[in-house]
């Protein structure tokens, strides 16, 4: 039961263009929503979250955006940088998830010059 | 070093043998989770410990797998008679108070031959 989805595996986009990963989720108890970067061979790290009494929250380039009646959120980065490319990993919490994150399936951006 | 330790970082075992990986959370860290990657999955929670309080152990595949955390610090998983399905990358993270953001270590890559 995959509670959260990212159902783009891989995007591709050039520097200094908008890139806009999507998220979908299925639990109605989550209620608080997380992205994570990762590079190869390193752990993920954090990078942006959003409560879901808000519905953007902007952080320099990144921005997410959570569409509460859609289940859905969205990161987008703008402008686009090479160091950027990475996995984007979405994850979703709540009162009955305990203290765990439940993680998507990651999408590989890849930023070209 | 201020960030979260994970030992090994590669591991190459035969079928059936046990391992143990190890992982050092941030100082003053109370939380610590374990999830793993397998190839081409999102990341999969596996255990997690808050203090003193008993474990969240919802996320053990099997149980072949254990973990234990002594004096509230460092964290040991183990993982007996390996079996194939079980080569991923075993991510350590430790979370501070107040929902701060984990903050996960390199990780562990397990490959059972």
């Known amino acids: 039961d995959q509670q959260v989805k990212q159902n783009s595996p891989s995007l591709s986009v050039q520097e200094g263009r908008i890139s806009i990963l999507n998220c979908d989720y299925t639990n109605s108890m989550f209620d608080y929503f997380l992205w994570y970067k990762k590079y190869p061979a390193e752990g993920p790290t954090f990078l942006i979250s959003?409560?879901?009494?808000?519905d953007k929250n902007e952080d320099g380039r990144f921005t997410v955006f959570l569409n509460k009646s859609a289940k859905h959120l969205s990161l987008h980065i703008v402008p686009s940088q090479p160091g950027d490319s990475a996995v984007y990993f979405c994850a979703a919490t709540g009162e009955t998830s305990g203290s765990r994150l439940t993680f998507g399936e990651g999408t590989q951006l890849t930023v070209n010059p | 070093g201020a960030g979260v330790s994970q030992s090994p970082s590669n591991k190459v075992t035969e079928k059936g043998k046990d391992v143990e990986l190890r992982c050092d959370p941030i100082s003053g860290h109370t939380a610590l989770y374990w999830y793993r990657q397998s190839l081409g999955q999102g990341l999969e929670f596996l255990i997690y410990f808050q203090g003193n309080s008993a474990p969240d152990k919802s996320g053990l595949p099997s149980d072949r797998f254990s973990a234990e955390r002594t004096g509230g610090s460092v964290s040991t998983l183990t993982i007996q008679r390996t079996q194939q399905e079980d080569s991923a990358v075993y991510l350590c993270a430790s979370r501070g108070p107040n929902n701060s953001p984990l903050h996960f270590g390199n990780g562990t890559r397990l490959t059972v031959t």
């Open positions: 959003i409560s879901s009494i808000k």
